[in-house]
């Protein structure tokens, strides 16, 4: 599941400089759970469920608008096509919804950090979209091209993290019409690890799917990007993400097909009222990228938070968000599609003991929904407005342990451990004993990050909080960074068609 | 499951002040949980390790120091005895556990707080046994009496807390032989939850049983206690704590017969070998309590916690801790016995980020892993040798989430919520719809610490961090303690009781 690489600076002196002091750093695998999923709801509520949603397309139905296209697929898909109000006949959503893979590949330039979506994996990504940036420097302020090239570093060097994820902040100071083009040479250049595409128009999913050509050597049918499809809930489709859509499964990408919902705004303020919502809007929006590409790879998705029915701000880590996900997660291995949910998620301003409290709530609640792909897993703050390079250090770690906790726990004759107890005894201990000394190398999962010193050595140290911590690290991981080699040719090509593309958009 | 208390301070003027500042809070009633638990370890396994337990007590067997009346009732059991040592035939301890009950009642001085421990239930208690307190003002510094005061009246008015717990933070200031009179007189007076019983020395139980009965008018049979007995791991009871356990049992109270495992040191460096531990330590335990007394209430324990292999130091809010937990509550449910495990951990020495991390990981384990006693479960900080009430106070908040979790979700008509949606349709917005103002007050967990903000509202009251959000809350929430009302006849009765008491150990 894992392996170990050593980057090396180039060149002389410095490249024996940089050897003695190089990083090691090693790449887990992606998940793959050995343990069940927790199926929090009973079998009676999902049938509900999937009953209901099956009317509520019929009878309430969806809305794609401004999108003739979509209209004309969908009648002649046999749908009842009212303006842009799309009805779909029981069934017949989940029928066309057969056609997606239940798993499928996202390839990396690094192929040894392909990754399977669906089934019994799970791969984690990182934050996506914050406009802004706090750090423990500068505070809070707006994302900047900078700012989005540190996160890829960190996503390269973190462990547990098995994907580069897509817009990890926005890069406020480039031009809308041109950030897709940096964005994507960031991850394609920085990381080898897989990323996404851009969604924010039609053309721009074009220009990314160009550069994944160029980058892989052509895409030949192979997938290598997901990308984030949101659907505007209740029950609409714009034209601009289903024209991204329609782009990447024309290309065999994969999307991310999810409602983003705050609970009783977009959705019914009850669990198996959004659930209902949820399943019916994937479920069209499925549908949708199969009447467009049968057998295109897409994935079923969940942004679900909670409401403070105070203030109307969305609140994170909660019972209620937890309650929807294992629901969806469920809903989504019924329909046998892979599934996306959950993250590091926090209201916090700061990456405080809230902030700890609300991603580990929502990271574990991940693990046990059964989701396939999680983006937000880690650098999420301030409901995502904000991201954290130290709070995307901290969760990066804690995303050990879920990789731990998916293993399960051997019982073969060693781990069963029999000499050891006969070995030690009533009273005796274990720290010495031979089967401590084999195993206790991988016995234990190890933080990078945490502290756990005694007492007076962690104030003599300065008594430092988690925050001053991660700070530490992140500036030892940002000057131990080296770029993963990449064909010069390759990269001129790249550099060629950002060259050429940032021409046409300055002309029109 | 939850009622409403107003609590009014006496006399007068400053009862018509009190009367319209008064604070009113609310007390959840325990959990019982309407979700399935996690089952992590494969049949298989567990059948493992029941095999490999009997072969343990079988053939390495367990020691009970310097208790001859112990030795000669394993004797007139059956098992074969050798000095101290306990070698107990396969099958023995378990026949002998199946008298102790699955499910028992601890009654508390407020009959609304008597607490069912056992089946689906899940009772949560406080932090036990840090010698020290830290706290916002004065850092970290010895515990007193005061400080176990505060926790006492914390716990009180904790909505989400069903104990009082017992040892909430060692009151250093009192010599020892004296500290069990005047914990069991502040949980008795200044708080109406169930409480612990002293366990330091058996004459210190039969303090606590006879404290009890005055309190109660006469125990009658009635559990009034649930007491912490720990197992000196591996496989050694000593006589302290089994003088306790003879003494609490004999009168039917409750003891919790728990190993205390740092993994790798006190048991195997594996889960199935620490599982395997686990269950021949509390089985030969719990058959011993019903040895002493058949039918005697008593828990399934284990406090497990993994290690970090560099320093030897504990670490808590592992994946390893989680493992082992699962197992153990799935071996509590085939042993048809109540389960204690988990709590609020963390290695951490603030309530910071590593805090919340930490302790929402236990937290949540423990939610799913069938507990059914849940000591620790807030103020514990720096592995257990702190009590934090900020921390308390942080944690408690939390426990608001378990209870909603637990809870499920309904899916009955109202519920379904089809009516909302089609009352809003494609594009709506839920805020205002008919079902979200029905429900809208009881739809999400609130918390009464954390922030949700908007930056900008934040900002302006001075960006606090959730260590300055507890610090506030602390102050108000003792500020606005009354004690509940107690018969001063009663109280006199125990007050005379600790005088007696106190003289009798100052001459002894």
Known sequence: MSETATRRRGGGGAARRAERTAVRFDCAGYITRKVPDLDYHPEEALAVIEANADTVLQEIGVVFSENPKALERWRDAGADVQGERVRIPKGLARKLCETAPGEFEQIARNPDRNVRIGGRNLVLAPVYGPPFVRDGHGGRRYATMEDFRTFVKLGYMSKWLHHSGGTVCEPTDIPVAERHLDMLMAHMTLSDKPFMGSVTDPSRAADSVAMADILFGGLNGRTAMTSLVNINSPLTFDATMMGALETYAEAMQACIVSPFIVGGAMAPVSTIGTLTQVLAEVMAGVAYSQLVKPGA???????????DMNSGAPTFGTPEAAQVTYGAGQLARRLGLPFRSAGGFTGSKLPDAQAGYESANSLNMGLLSGVNFMLHACGWLEGGLVASPEKFI?????????????????HDEGAQAMDALREVGPGGHYLGCAHTQANYRDAFWRTEVLDYKPFETWDEEGGRDTMALATARLEKMIGDYV????????????ENFVARRRGELAES
Chains 1, 2 share one sequence.
Request: glycine share 10%; proline share 10%.
């Open 297 to 307: 790879p897409v994935i079923f998705g969940a942004f679900v938070t909670s409401i």
């Open 483 to 494: 770029a993963p080699p990449l064909d010069a040719a390759l990269a001129e090509e790249l």
């Open 394 to 410: 901290m969760d990066a770690d804690q995303l050990g342990t879920l990789h731990k906790l998916a293993g399960g726990a051997p």
